[in-house]
């Protein structure tokens, strides 16, 4: 006997063919679109961009190995819960080491992109990152670049976040805090800082070192402070107002001299130039970028 014959059989089987390719096409676009959590994949190469313009001011990418600046975080809605952030002019990718100026922790980010895209804060932070920082909204940070090892790298680019680091001392802190209320405009919060009077701190430039400063008498002898024997001490700089010159000298463990219309604060004295050199790099790295060696008077 005879079975039938559907004769739709081959229209169905060739409808079933065209179901499968479709799928597998759905499947390689979905692919293609799906990105990691924490961005591109690969560390290398870099990218830095063309200058571009936010509010007015140009912003032009560049490569610097260096970076080391204070300012404002801000938590944008990129990034998840991956530990990363965007930045106006470092490379992409990059990695910085972002510390809160109000409680020490630094924890390490990797930059993967261009931002903020307003305001003037200096680094915006993914929701991931902010919550290991223990940052919400507009706090005061340092960022500086850094060059950690392939594990921790590939933590980042995973999704992970990397081991914790080491508070900052609180020294150093405070010091840093000082760095960013010189910096900072009128109208902008500092932490935990009065708002800057309208006499700005004078930075006397290392070249010439004299020739800003009027006529220097002899500086009085600082009752606070007990003589000391030395050649050298350390200028961490000159204001035009005595109240931020002592908050300086209480932050650097130095002292406050007059020195015509200005107030320095100097750090010593220290017996030999070796001992002062040790100590101007300590100033420096601690955010003083115009301290300076010079004879004790």
Not at 11 to 34: N, P, Q
Not at 193 to 207: K, S, T, Y
Not at 256 to 272: D, H, Q
Request: aromatic content about 4%; some cysteine; hydrophobic content about 40%.
């Amino acid at each position: 006997m005879r079975l039938p014959v559907n004769r739709n059989l081959p229209l169905a089987a060739l409808v079933l063919l065209a179901a499968c390719g479709g799928k597998g096409h759905v499947e390689s676009a979905s692919s293609s679109t799906r990105m990691p959590a924490s961005g591109p994949a690969a560390d290398y190469p870099v990218v830095l961009g063309d200058p571009f313009v936010v509010d007015g001011v140009t912003y032009t990418p560049a490569d610097r190995m260096n970076y080391d600046a204070v300012g404002r975080s801000t938590v944008g809605g990129e990034g998840g819960s991956a530990v990363s952030g965007a930045h106006r002019t470092l490379p992409l990718p990059s990695y910085v080491e972002v510390t809160s100026l109000e409680t020490g922790r630094t924890i390490l980010v990797r930059i993967e992109r261009r931002g903020p895209m307003g305001g003037n804060a200096l680094i915006e932070l993914s929701p991931g990152a902010a919550a290991q920082l223990g940052a919400e909204g507009n706090v005061p940070v340092r960022v500086r670049r850094v060059n950690p090892p392939e594990a921790e790298r590939a933590l980042l680019r995973g999704g992970q976040q990397a081991p914790a680091r080491m508070d900052t001392p609180k020294s150093l802190v405070a010091v840093l805090a000082r760095k960013l209320e010189q910096q900072e405009g009128p109208g902008q919060p500092a932490p935990q800082i009065a708002p800057p009077a309208i006499g700005e701190a004078v930075q006397v430039p290392p070249p010439t070192p004299l020739t800003v400063l009027p006529a220097q008498p002899k500086p009085k002898p600082q009752p606070s402070r007990p003589a000391a024997s030395g050649g050298f001490v350390i200028q961490i700089g000159a204001f035009s107002d005595k109240a931020r010159a002592e908050k300086a000298a209480a932050r650097s463990g130095g002292a406050v001299s007059p020195a015509g219309k200005l107030w320095r604060v100097r750090v010593g004295p220290f017996a030999t130039q070796a001992q002062a050199d040790a100590a101007l790099a300590k100033a420096r790295a601690a955010g003083y970028s115009e301290a300076r060696v010079q004879r004790a008077n």
